[in-house]
């Protein structure tokens, strides 16, 4: 949001080494009017920016078996129909959101969703209202090139795997060292034409959360 931080200071003076400390009842953090709607619309990202870093799992600990295993999340009030969309390497819970016109949030909510780590293969629930069910009922069945199609962004069929291994050898790749926090999303963003997937595939990296610090990962041939 390219707030100053010295303007953070000074409307939060109470926090006096930049530390918002943790608390089951919560801290509230003062910003200028100005970027008020700026922070709604970004709020997912800022919510979980770097959390691996700043939430050290070293020190927080959970039980993903019980968390899940327990987890029931509440359903929309209202005439809402719920509907499952099976992860597609190459998603991510933006995409799928957009794709519903739902927000990421409540996905993750449903899901019970941390740090927005998905899985190919894993089936979310989706709650949409039910007089636009018929709608969204093929979704889960559409290409990527055609979801996007669904919200007036044109993208050019390709095959992936095609495009990954056709290259010859001793091709020369614009190659990224893993940052701490970085995200196959986050890297793919900073290189155009360039998609999780084609990350994932061209390094032969099938799980999304295998990334660690300091990795060199190939991104595409250079041009």
Request: overall charge positive; proline content about 4%.
């Amino acid at each position: 949001m390219k707030i100053p931080l010295t303007l953070l200071e000074n409307l939060n003076p109470q926090y006096r080494h930049d530390i918002i400390p943790t608390s089951k009842k919560g801290y509230s953090l003062t910003i200028p009017t100005e970027y008020t709607m700026q922070f709604i619309d970004l709020q997912d990202s800022i919510f979980n920016y770097k959390d691996s870093v700043f939430f050290n799992k070293s020190i927080v600990k959970d039980n993903p078996k019980y968390a899940y295993s327990q987890y029931v999340h509440e359903p929309p009030k209202g005439n809402y129909s719920k509907l499952y969309y099976t992860v597609k390497s190459g998603d991510n819970i933006g995409y799928i959101a957009e794709w519903y016109h739902v927000r990421a949030s409540d996905i993750r909510y449903w899901n019970n969703i941390h740090r927005n780590l998905i899985r190919v293969g894993q089936k979310l629930v989706v709650y949409v209202p039910k007089s636009k069910a018929g709608k969204y009922k093929n979704l889960n069945n559409l290409t990527f090139a055609q979801k996007q199609k669904t919200l007036g962004i044109k993208v050019e069929e390709k095959t992936s795997k095609n495009k990954i291994y056709n290259y010859p050898e001793g091709t020369d790749f614009i190659t990224y060292t893993v940052k701490r926090g970085d995200t196959f999303w986050e890297i793919a963003k900073k290189y155009d034409g360039v998609t999780e997937s084609d990350i994932m595939l061209l390094n032969n990296i099938s799980d999304a959360r295998a990334l660690s610090y300091g990795q060199v990962l190939k991104i595409k041939p250079v041009n």
